[in-house]
């Protein structure tokens, strides 16, 4: 099969290669296209990932290209990592914010707000090209964030669409290591928005065995999401890292507003320096050491087992952002959860699942607010919009910073958004 990969200039890209070469058995790929307008980068990248396939005894072509319609034509699958505006435009992300005393991030709040705006438009054309170009069935597989804003703008266009993200993944592997398990055999009660997302179970062999992982390991795992062990214990649930916005926001607004503070965005470019001077050395045939600081752990296996399932119809159960169809009955049936589903050729389709607690669905049901207003913004445009969306987001919520904040998303935009200059 043809996979392409639109963005496929990332520094991240060999990751996923590294992941295709692996579990080659589950995804047989005879072509690999990267699709991106940087040629420097592409360059870089297209080598290193041949040589990689090489080195894997993979018999793969890699194929390059900045022309979109070349590169999805006939394409079985077509796999969005694109970032709009690069690191710079998440540095603004990050940073904007700050100045209406709010948090900066790329995927939540405002910043992810902005992130929206300028991704929803690009991603919709590129869909549309796939729609035409592309084999009839194939699929498309968002892991471009916000995930679940751009997953639900490509399905109600119509497209043959599902979100992808590395939390749920993340989450299995480390449960699967503290039980001492595979990780296939652990199946986890992941339920939310994307990037508001809560464990309240880890099943293995029928038993659910999170009660005694948070007994055992709860300081830990509190740890690792960065939030305090008494919430955890109180919550009784593993809250996902990004719940840190909402449950410890000041917290997080000092650190990054603190004298020397770096964005995420600052720390990735020195990473991507690095990755591309490695990526050009003709001897790197292997994923490098840094690409384990770029991020997204786990996404390339979590992609090829999405891959295979949607192009082999396995019909097993993963974690994605699907359509929500009822499985969590207070939001609206076109609303996109992250949820686990049943993965198969004809569709993806979400499994149900028990109510969430009341202090979760209330938080689920205020951010789902904002995604809608935030899809109506960033398809139709308006100053009006973007002002309601921001308002309606529980991290903003006053009506004098979200017009403050309006004034900085635009300013910092304007490059990126016909309707604001």
């Not at 796999?79 to 991030?105: K, M, N, S, W």
Request: charged letters at 20%.
């Amino acid at each position: 099969m043809k996979l392409t990969v639109i963005g496929g200039g990332s520094t991240y890209t060999p990751e996923l290669v590294d992941g295709f070469a692996r579990l080659r058995e589950l995804l047989p790929l005879e072509e690999l296209c990267l699709v991106d307008p940087d040629p420097s980068r592409l360059s870089l990248v297209g080598a290193v990932s041949q040589r990689m396939f090489a080195h894997a005894g993979y018999d793969v072509r890699v194929t390059t290209t900045s022309d979109v319609v070349a590169g999805v034509s006939d394409a079985s699958a077509v796999l969005f990592q694109l970032r709009v505006g690069g690191q710079a435009a998440r540095h603004r992300d990050e940073t904007f914010p700050h100045a209406c005393g709010c948090i900066g991030q790329e995927t939540t709040g405002p910043g992810g707000f902005a992130k929206a705006l300028r991704t929803v438009p690009v991603v919709l054309s590129l869909a549309e090209l796939v729609r035409r170009h592309a084999r009839p069935d194939a699929w498309i597989v968002d892991f471009t964030n916000p995930v679940g804003i751009v997953t639900r703008a490509l399905l109600s266009h119509g497209h043959r669409a599902v979100g992808l993200c590395n939390v749920a993944i993340g989450f299995q592997r480390r449960f699967a290591g503290m039980l001492g398990v595979a990780p296939s055999a652990v199946q986890l009660d992941h339920v939310g928005l994307n990037h508001l997302t809560w464990v309240r179970g880890a099943t293995v062999d029928g038993v659910d065995r999170l009660p005694a992982l948070l007994s055992a390991h709860g300081a830990e795992i509190a740890d690792e999401v960065e939030l305090p062990p008494a919430l955890v214990e109180l919550l009784g649930v593993v809250p996902s890292y990004y719940l840190r916005y909402y449950y410890a926001h000041d917290e997080v607004l000092a650190e990054q507003t603190a004298p020397g503070a770096l964005t995420r965005a600052e720390s990735v470019m020195d990473v991507e320096a690095e990755l591309l001077k490695e990526y050009a050395d003709p001897r790197v045939v292997t994923k490098p050491e840094a690409l384990t600081r770029r991020g997204g752990a786990f996404y390339s296996e979590a992609a090829v087992d999405l891959l295979a399932s949607l192009t082999a119809d396995r019909g097993d159960v993963q974690v994605v952002n699907v359509r929500n169809d009822g499985t969590l009955p207070f939001l609206p049936d076109d609303h996109v959860v992250e949820v686990p589903a049943v993965v198969g050729g004809s569709g993806v389709t979400p499994l149900a699942v028990a109510p969430l607690a009341p202090e979760a669905a209330g938080l689920v049901a205020h951010v789902a607010a904002y995604e809608r207003l935030a899809l109506d913004a960033a398809v139709h445009g308006g100053r009006a919009r973007v002002e309601r969306a921001l308002l309606a987001h529980p991290l903003v919520g006053q009506y004098d910073r979200a017009v403050r904040l309006t004034d900085e998303l635009l300013a910092a935009n304007a490059e990126h958004l016909a309707w604001a200059r």
